[in-house]
Nanobody
Framework: QVQLVESGGGLVQAGGSLRLSCAAS????????MGWYRQAPGKQREWVAI???????GYTDSVKGRFTISRDVAKKMLYLQMNSLKPEDTGVYYC???????WGQGTQVTVSS
């Protein structure tokens, strides 16, 4: 069993930065590939970024060069550093653990213009 808890969301002006965190707790389940997704109002959830157990990262085109995904394996933490935020980045951001199909409850990010 894997449980994920996101934090770090909030209200920020366009051009600002936020750092999202995701704390993972496991019951003997190894967490390997993890990612961030987001869901804007009235839209489907979309993939944002991924990081593998080996540290390989990937990003959706709209956030490349602005967002950075990272992890601290020892602390079982996942992060998303978001810079140069735009109003279109607004949404609920979710942490996801692929192998266990676990999702967090989400954290709201609102970017004002």
């Amino acid at each position: 069993q894997v449980q994920l808890v996101e934090s770090g969301g909030g209200l920020v002006q366009a051009g600002g930065s936020l750092r999202l965190s995701c704390a993972a707790s496991t019951s003997g389940f190894r967490i390997n590939t993890m990612g961030w997704y987001r869901q804007a109002p009235g839209k489907q959830r979309e993939w944002v970024a991924i990081i593998t157990g080996g540290g390989t990262t990937g990003y959706t085109d709209s956030v490349k060069g602005r967002f950075t995904i990272s992890r601290d394996v020892a602390k079982k933490m996942l992060y998303l550093q978001m810079n140069s935020l735009k109003p279109e980045d607004t949404g609920v951001y979710y942490c996801h653990a692929y192998e266990s199909s676990a999702w967090g409850q989400g954290t709201q990010v609102t970017v004002s213009s």
